[in-house]
């Protein structure tokens, strides 16, 4: 497994999404815990989680919890594991999705995911997404206090455009050391926070790479180019896509969602994939 930076931390270039082990169509628990085996098994040595990621109501921080069995229980050296997680983002029950930026619940939020995840510092804590009725800054200030207290060991922020990322930046000293966003073949707007993290060597994280939970399995026949191109070098449309995403810039750290062990399988293989600038542009165009 090749390795990329998240701050001064070494982590696997792919990294493996916990949500769709928590959330609706989920798996049991066993076949969870099997694919985190599976990931680290790998040389995957990046997870990330969020207290969101569950059915909502009682059962908040679900896939926390379970991220954190799954590497515990794990037979080998996890030392080097960095698992992120994420506070703002709240599950209340209904199915809904709800936000809450402001200071005091992010800093609870975050004292609840260190008790989940059984660590006293937690390796990469992001802001999850705005909060239309709380300051951007307020927010990632929350944010600075806790790296300042040393409860996180990195800090992070999702969902954030240029002048977020430069602003968060700017809020943490220059200690930003990554952005989590939506990016994909369907989904392309991101592109500029790409190239600004590009610019600021600061980790980019692309979330649903292949397009959303929903969507995934079609990915090949969406994207034409992406699926002929994986059939000449013998790979799935999947791990084509991760490879597109890792050449665009070495800042680029994918993290596929998985909830069964072959997927995540598959997706580690991405890192011996390789592109010419010509495939690379024919993927970009498509």
């Known amino acids: 497994m090749q390795t990329r930076r998240i701050g001064d931390a070494q982590v696997s270039a792919i990294g493996l999404g916990g949500m769709p082990m928590s959330i609706e169509g989920r798996p049991d628990e066993a076949r969870s815990i099997a694919t985190v085996h599976a990931a680290l098994d790998a040389g995957i040595t990046f997870f990330d989680t969020a207290d969101a990621y569950s059915l909502g109501g009682p059962e908040v921080g679900h896939n926390e919890t379970l991220i954190a069995k799954g590497v515990a229980s794990w037979g080998g050296d996890t030392s080097d594991v960095l698992i992120a997680t994420k506070g703002g ?158 050449a665009k810039s070495p800042v680029v750290v994918p993290i596929p969602g998985a909830s069964r062990p072959a997927s995540i399988q598959d997706s580690a293989t991405a890192v011996d994939v390789k592109l010419t600038a010509e495939e690379i542009a024919r993927l970009d165009a498509a």
């Open 89 to 246: 983002h709240l599950r209340p029950g209904d199915g809904s999705w709800t936000l809450d930026g402001r200071p005091e619940y992010l800093k609870q939020a975050a004292e609840a995911s260190l008790k989940r995840l059984g660590v006293d510092v937690i390796g990469l804590y992001q802001f999850h997404r705005p909060d239309p009725r709380v300051d951007y800054a307020d927010s990632v200030g929350a944010i600075r206090d806790l790296l300042d207290a040393g409860k996180i060991r990195y800090a992070g922020i999702s969902n954030a455009n240029p002048e977020q990322i430069k602003l968060a930046d700017e809020i943490l000293g220059g200690r930003l050391v990554s952005v989590q966003n939506q990016f994909s073949p369907a989904f392309r707007s991101s592109e500029p926070e790409l190239d600004l993290c590009d610019e600021m060597g600061i980790a980019f994280l692309p979330w649903s790479p292949f397009g959303g939970i929903t969507r995934a399995a079609e990915l090949g026949s969406r994207f034409a180019p992406f699926a002929e191109l994986a059939a000449d070098k013998g790979v799935s449309p999947h791990v084509l896509t991760l490879a597109w995403m890792l």
